[in-house]
């Protein structure tokens, strides 16, 4: 019942993000083993967009690459608004289509006047600490549900709960079924 209540949660997902747009990737599910760094054994890769001040959108991705970061800010924000990243790579190149800060992290620098990516490491706090404190793991093939739901937790923080409610009930126009859900026949 949950997992059709987060599917609810997904269906009024902002389609695009404009200002300033702080992006960044994080990994969620899996046991640490080894030592820290960007991948993690057994972990999902998952990107977040934040406008400061407005919206998030997060989704599970298959890799960290240049083509999938790069196409999933190609297709939520909008040509021309400022995007803020860190030194990954995979962003170098999103200067021809956005007006594009770094932050340079390796350097130990967080925050440089207004370039920074505060906004969506406290964000990927709150979605970690939600999936630990609530849920205690998370699978892959689950795991964009949970993503939904915080997104919908998030762009809602400022609604009352008529307006949240309202928003959820509207979103109740598709229906997940069983056999979607679990990959299985009923």
Known sequence: ???????AFG????LELTDTVEVDE???GGKRKGKR??????????????????????RPVSSI?????QGVVRERVEPGARVVTDELASYTGLAKDYRHDTIRHGD???????????TIEGYWSH???????????????????YCTEFSFRYN?????????FNEVRNGCEGRLMFKTLTGKGQ
């Open 1 to 7: 019942m949950l997992h059709r209540i987060r599917y």
């Open 11 to 14: 269906i009024t997902e902002p």
């Open 26 to 28: 994080t990994y969620v």
């Open 37 to 58: 760094g960007r991948v993690a054994a057994g972990k999902t890769a998952v990107i977040g967009l934040v406008e400061r001040k407005g919206k998030v959108y997060t």
């Open 65 to 69: 690459d240049k083509a999938t970061l």
């Open 108 to 118: 130990g620098v967080y925050v440089a006047g207004d370039i920074y990516t505060n």
């Open 127 to 145: 979605l970690k600490r939600g999936i630990f404190g609530i849920y205690h793991q998370v699978g892959a093939k689950h795991l964009h549900r």
């Open 156 to 164: 809602s923080r400022k609604s009352g709960e008529v307006a949240r």
